[in-house]
């Protein structure tokens, strides 16, 4: 494609590019316009907009290019060049078109993660509930997400990235801030109901007190890690949790675990009966993965308690 075609569709492009103009006027431009007028457009901010003054000038000097070229081709000869896209703003171009299609990927997962919670939190305290909506948003996201990677695995090969708080969306980082928030609470419970001196009536208020945070806990995480999903490693300040070594706590915990996670199975078990009926793959293949997790969990805790016995 010649210098000409480019420029005329640039002209024609309302989503036309601030730096592919520069390029062509630099390219076209008369050495008095050059003179006059690329230091000009060479100071533009880095985000020009189609209504910045830079860009509307440039629209105008390209106007006349064009209208130079098309009465008087012989002053303008760099016109029936073919158009070599400069590689640093090929570069430019293709980064800014990653690092969208990153933010969009970044946005329908914290939105699927959002959905997950949100179905599991209906499905325990409604089993019988009618969730298709639910799975459906997800079945979207998951279908958009799945064309965006295509596309990004096109314009760049996969690196390796280290998620940190900081490359968080809102939502997520505000988990991580709460998160941050329960630990030391966690933490004073755990030592109240460790203290010999109390009864178990005493302890007993605590103990759910305590279960209430860590369940908080685990959902909390549960979403930073469906939002972190392939994104690469994720080296937090805060730990996930795990069961609590002392033997009173550690009882609490296992026996609020089994109940939990036999819920989450029977919901899953549900989800995937559903899936399967209607012909949606996707979903019904999350649902088995989910019921695998929540199965094997059940099988350690309940191990566990076994040979306590």
């Known amino acids: 494609m010649t210098i000409f075609q480019v420029l005329r569709n640039w002209l024609g492009n309302r989503q036309r590019s601030y730096a592919d103009g520069v390029s062509l006027f630099k390219l076209l431009a008369t050495p008095a316009q050059r003179d006059k007028f690329s230091a000009y457009f060479d100071a533009a901010p880095k985000a020009v907009g189609v209504w910045d003054h830079h860009f509307t000038m440039l629209v105008d000097q390209l106007s006349k290019i064009y209208r130079g070229i098309t009465s ?4 303008y000869p760099a016109a029936k060049n073919e158009y070599q896209v400069p590689i640093e703003a090929a ?8 690092a969208e299609m990153e933010e969009q990927v970044m946005e329908h ?57 900081d ?26 109901i460790a203290d010999e001196h109390k009864s ?25 890690d469906a939002w972190s999903e392939g994104k690469g490693t994720f080296e937090p300040d805060e730990q996930r949790p795990t069961y609590s070594d002392n033997a009173t706590v550690r009882g609490y915990e296992l026996a609020r675990a ?9 919901n899953a078990k549900e989800a995937a009966r559903r899936a399967k009926a209607d ?23 309940e ?7």
């Open 279 to 301: 012909g949606k793959e996707t979903i019904y293949q999350n649902a088995l993965k989910r019921q695998e997790k929540y199965e094997k969990e059940l099988s350690e805790i």
């Open 72 to 75: 008087n081709p012989a002053l």
């Open 200 to 224: 178990d009536g005493e302890r007993k208020p605590l103990a759910e007190e305590l279960c209430n945070l860590d369940d908080e806990r685990r959902k909390l995480w549960a979403k930073i």
């Open 109 to 165: 997962e914290v939105r699927m993660a959002e959905l997950r919670q949100e179905l599991d939190d209906v499905l325990e305290s409604m089993p019988d509930s009618d969730v298709s909506s639910i799975e459906e948003q997800l079945c979207e996201h998951e279908e958009a997400i799945a064309t965006l990677q295509k596309s990004i695995e096109e314009l760049s090969k996969p690196g390796v990235k280290v998620v940190t708080v």
């Open 258 to 266: 089994v109940v939990r996670l036999k819920s989450n199975i029977k």
């Open 167 to 192: 490359s968080m969306p809102k939502s997520i980082k505000s988990a991580y801030e709460r998160i941050k928030e329960i630990t030391p609470l966690y933490a004073h419970l755990h030592a109240e």
């Open 303 to 309: 191990k566990e308690l076994g040979s306590a016995e």
């Open 91 to 98: 570069v430019t171009e293709t980064n800014e078109k990653i």
